[in-house]
């Protein structure tokens, strides 16, 4: 079965085209990752998957949910940690995990028993009490994932969730998803700029670029599809060694949107 199907997904905004007509599926408890240069759709994407973007066209299933339909379904189905940090600094670890428990509609039983299960498993029982604003970067990035997994998701998507981390971080963090993976079963979608990260832990990439996949497969597979040691080589062999403009397709889509709400307003 699998935790995600998309089928000739599109996102357009007026006549730029950020997406355009791809198709991949997620197996359940696989480890997938989702990589390609800056601008190429990676973000447009996972919005779409995550119902914070609805689809020009096509057609997506996250758990067996229609993102647009059932976005509360899907919300509740996956967890997610976002590139950019979304903690409050003024809280507790302890109360940052209850908040989201609360949002979620987590009865008080079940919060009290999965809030200290996590924060031991990313090694931060001892810190539950103090204020984030006082952890560093690795500490926050593992409170991230522990609130994420707080619901019980079937999924967890993770944009790029090891950015600015040192390898030590990066390794341990590794090493408890890849944990949680096997004992709990659950899928992984990741985003990353590390390829060496990809190689080392994802089952299969897929590559976006341009707004369309142009190869899917395993670590192993894209190196011999393009006759590479590295998936770094790979993936340079596919996408270019061009530098890209960070957010050159958000800025594009900025404007499209806004050239459409002057439109409206003449």
Same mark, same amino acid.
């Given at each position: 079965?699998?935790?995600?199907? @998309?089928?000739? =997904?599109?996102?357009?905004?007026?006549?730029?085209?950020?997406?355009?007509?791809?198709?991949?599926?997620?197996?359940?408890?696989?480890?997938?990752?989702?990589?390609?240069?800056?601008?190429?759709?990676?973000?447009?994407?996972?919005?779409?998957?995550?119902?914070?973007?609805?689809?020009?066209? $096509?057609?997506?299933?996250?758990?067996?949910?229609?993102?647009? #339909?059932?976005?509360?379904?899907?919300?509740? %189905?996956?967890?997610?940690?976002? /590139?950019?940090? %979304?903690?409050?600094?003024? +809280?507790?670890?302890?109360?940052?995990?209850?908040?989201?428990?609360? +949002?979620?509609?987590?009865? #008080?039983?079940?919060?009290? *028993?999965?809030?200290?299960?996590?924060?031991?498993? !990313?090694?931060? %029982?001892?810190?539950?009490?103090?204020?984030?604003?006082?952890?560093? $970067?690795?500490?926050? #990035?593992? &409170?991230?994932?522990?609130?994420?997994? +707080?619901?019980?998701?079937?999924?967890?998507?993770?944009?790029?969730?090891? =950015?600015?981390?040192?390898?030590?971080?990066?390794?341990?963090?590794?090493?408890?998803?890849?944990? +949680?993976?096997?004992?709990? $079963?659950?899928? @992984?979608?990741?985003?990353?700029?590390?390829?060496?990260?990809?190689? *080392? !832990?994802?089952?299969?990439?897929?590559?976006?670029?341009? $707004? /369309?996949?142009?190869?899917?497969?395993?670590?192993?597979?894209?190196?011999?599809?393009?006759?590479?040691?590295? =998936?770094?080589?790979?993936? &340079? %062999?596919?996408?270019?060694?061009?530098?890209?403009?960070?957010?050159?397709?958000?800025?594009?889509?900025? #404007? /499209?949107?806004?050239?459409?709400?002057?439109?409206?307003?003449?």
């Amino acid at each position: 079965m699998n935790s995600i199907e @998309v089928q000739g =997904l599109t996102k357009r905004f007026n006549d730029f085209t950020a997406v355009s007509n791809i198709s991949f599926t997620v197996p359940e408890r696989e480890i997938f990752a989702f990589l390609g240069p800056n601008g190429a759709g990676k973000s447009t994407t996972i919005k779409m998957l995550t119902t914070l973007l609805a689809p020009t066209e $096509g057609k997506i299933t996250v758990n067996g949910y229609d993102p647009v #339909r059932n976005p509360d379904a899907v919300r509740h %189905s996956f967890g997610i940690v976002f /590139q950019d940090p %979304s903690l409050d600094d003024e +809280l507790t670890a302890y109360e940052n995990m209850e908040f989201h428990g609360v +949002l979620y509609g987590m009865p #008080r039983a079940l919060r009290r *028993k999965r809030i200290p299960e996590l924060l031991q498993f !990313v090694n931060l %029982s001892d810190r539950a009490g103090d204020l984030v604003k006082e952890f560093s $970067g690795g500490m926050k #990035r593992r &409170l991230e994932i522990a609130r994420g997994l +707080l619901h019980h998701p079937k999924i967890i998507f993770l944009d790029e969730p090891t =950015l600015g981390l040192d390898p030590q971080t990066r390794n341990h963090m590794w090493a408890h998803l890849k944990e +949680l993976n096997e004992k709990e $079963g659950i899928t @992984v979608f990741f985003t990353t700029h590390y390829m060496e990260e990809a190689d *080392k !832990v994802a089952e299969r990439i897929a590559v976006i670029d341009h $707004g /369309q996949i142009i190869a899917i497969g395993t670590p192993v597979e894209l190196k011999t599809k393009t006759n590479k040691q590295s =998936l770094e080589e790979a993936f &340079l %062999s596919l996408t270019g060694k061009t530098i890209r403009d960070e957010g050159a397709s958000a800025i594009e889509a900025m #404007r /499209q949107r806004r050239q459409a709400w002057r439109g409206r307003s003449r």
